[in-house]
């Protein structure tokens, strides 16, 4: 079973920039590379919504909207970690920001773009912007 664990967030001004990262353990290397992986951000009295999320291979990476052009997902395999560039940060940008992992298949990261759907989560890093 893989464990997720979150880091990286933090209050900043509108504008500004955070770089969050993802760190999984507890599969072997080669595992770890069978998953797609995603981030999604949470605020109270709102369901959970997807962010960006990247396949197994690191070949394809998928965004919301809002996030195109700001974020930027990347994973560095070698280090069993996925990172999520936050850049241009806004207000609405302001939320529990977790990262979750999913099986290797073309439907399962569908999932996660559509459906904020996963298979294992981690705890959550929050990001707050002032405005």
């Known amino acids: 079973q893989v464990q997720l664990v979150e880091s990286g967030g933090g209050l900043v001004q509108a504008g500004g920039s955070l770089r969050l990262s993802c760190v999984a353990s507890?599969?072997?290397?080669?595992?770890?590379?069978?998953?797609?992986m995603g981030w999604f951000r949470q605020t109270p009295g709102k369901e959970r919504e997807f962010v960006a999320a990247?396949?197994?291979?690191?070949?394809?990476?998928y965004y919301t909207d809002s996030a195109k052009g700001r974020f930027t997902i990347s994973r560095d395999s070698a280090k069993n970690i996925v990172y999520l560039q936050l850049n241009n940060l806004q207000a609405e940008d302001t939320g529990n920001y977790s990262c979750?992992?999913?099986?290797?298949?073309?439907?399962?990261?569908?999932?996660?773009?559509?459906?904020?759907?996963?298979?294992?989560w981690g705890q959550g890093t929050q990001v707050t912007v002032s405005s």
């Open positions: 990247i396949s197994w291979s690191g070949g394809r990476t």
């Open positions: 507890g599969r072997t290397f080669s595992d770890y590379l069978s998953y797609n």
């Open positions: 979750a992992a999913e099986d290797s298949s073309y439907i399962a990261i569908q999932a996660m773009c559509l459906l904020a759907r996963g298979n294992i």
